[in-house]
Nanobody, 120 residues
Framework: VQLVESGGGVVQPGGSLRLSCKVS????????IFWVRQTPGKGLEWVARIRSSGTYIAYSDSAKDRFTISSDGAKNTVYLQMNSLKSDDTARYYC??????????????RGQGTQVTVSS
């Protein structure tokens, strides 16, 4: 499986970014796609989850009410819309693929990641 993340960048606090995770060389359905992030101080943290069909959506407490995960089966791509970004959201964001909703996302194979920096 090949997972390619994109869409990161530098944004001011309160701003928005949309990350993309393109899945290639592997069936998109019926797997689960997870977004995780890593910072030097906190290690790897689960952010959000979605099934390829667009169901079984879940968010971490830090992402709830600010981030929206979605899936486009026609493009084999999962998106993470991030709004009201805070400095604490600064991290490298990765997507990972798992077989079940309760997969340990921090141990799954993931892509190269995309850097998100929230700074004024």
């Amino acid at each position: 499986v090949q997972l390619v993340e994109s869409g990161g960048g530098v944004v001011q606090p309160g701003g928005s970014l949309r990350l993309s995770c393109k899945v290639s060389n592997f069936p998109f359905a019926p797997y689960y796609i997870f977004w995780v992030r890593q910072t030097p101080g906190k290690g790897l943290e689960w952010v959000a989850r979605i099934r390829s069909s667009g169901t079984y959506i879940a968010y971490s407490d830090s992402a709830k009410d600010r981030f929206t995960i979605s899936s486009d089966g026609a493009k084999n791509t999962v998106y993470l819309q991030m709004n009201s970004l805070k400095s604490d959201d600064t991290a490298r964001y990765y997507c990972a693929m798992g077989l079940t909703a309760d997969s340990n996302a921090t141990t799954l194979p993931r892509g190269q990641g995309t850097q998100v920096t929230v700074s004024s």
